[in-house]
């Protein structure tokens, strides 16, 4: 099976403006998870999906949001973009299901850098 | 919500000693604990995992080890090699409803030869 996989791998955006970012999870997985990887903050969960709904979401500001497809892929969208959120940011998918099926499985990442 | 400590942040062995890497969680519900090897450049990718219903699990050199008591877990790496050095992850479910997880800050393992 092809693993996960995230477009665009590089950006380079301005302040103020908006960025989305895809993921295309592992097939049959269905659940979908987005994090934000930083030198100074590790990996921090942003929010999951699961079947087209929001199942979880970390503590970051509305400026970050996400949705997810009917064929499971996931997208997140940051807004008014801020110098801060120059990050890797990574997607991982599931199974979703209880014993084996919860490991997660990360995609390379996207790097945006913000100026 | 849960939280994940992990210590310590770095660490530097000789080639053929062991490492620990120990980390600590907050939500007493947490049942599933998750390592992840992280290699500069690279996804992190999962190499042991271990479920509270177990209190140790090994794969070859690596181990883990839960204390559900204490609510700690602990990475164990024997025989280390050069290849093992890269950046480690513990982590524990955000919550018992989904599959996100909540990750430690991370060790930076370097084994020199």
């Known amino acids: 099976k092809a693993g996960v996989t995230q477009t665009p791998r590089y950006l380079i955006k301005t302040r103020g403006q908006q960025v989305t970012l895809s993921c295309s999870p592992i097939?049959?997985?269905?659940?979908v998870s987005w994090y934000q990887q930083t030198p100074g903050q590790g990996l921090q969960f942003l929010f999951e999906?699961?079947?087209?709904?929001?199942?979880n979401k970390g503590n970051f500001p509305g400026r970050f949001s996400g949705r997810q497809f009917s064929n499971s892929r996931s997208e997140m969208n940051v807004s008014t973009l801020e110098l801060g959120d120059s990050a890797l940011y990574l997607c991982?998918?599931?199974?979703?299901?209880?014993?084996?099926?919860?490991?997660?499985?990360f995609g390379p990442g996207t790097r945006l850098l913000v100026l | 919500g849960e939280n994940v400590e992990q210590h310590p942040s770095t660490l530097s062995v000789q080639e053929g000693d062991s490492a620990v890497i120990k980390c600590t969680y907050s939500?007493?519900?947490?049942?599933?604990f998750p390592w992840y090897k992280q290699e500069l450049g690279k996804r992190p990718q999962l190499i042991i995992d271990?479920?509270?219903?177990?209190g140790e699990k090994k794969d070859q050199r690596i181990a883990v080890t839960l204390n559900k008591t204490a609510k700690h877990f602990s990475l164990h790496i024997t025989e280390t090699q050069p290849e093992d050095s890269a950046v480690y992850f513990c982590?524990?479910?955000?919550?018992?409803?989904?599959?996100?997880?909540?990750f430690g800050k991370g060790t930076t393992l370097s084994v020199s030869s």
């Open positions: 271990i479920r509270s219903n177990v």
């Open positions: 999906y699961f079947s087209e709904t929001q199942r």
């Open positions: 982590a524990a479910r955000f919550n018992q409803a989904g599959t996100a997880l909540i």
């Open positions: 991982a998918s599931s199974l979703a299901g209880r014993g084996t099926g919860e490991t997660q499985y």
């Open positions: 939500d007493s519900a947490s049942n599933y």
């Open positions: 097939s049959g997985h269905r659940s």
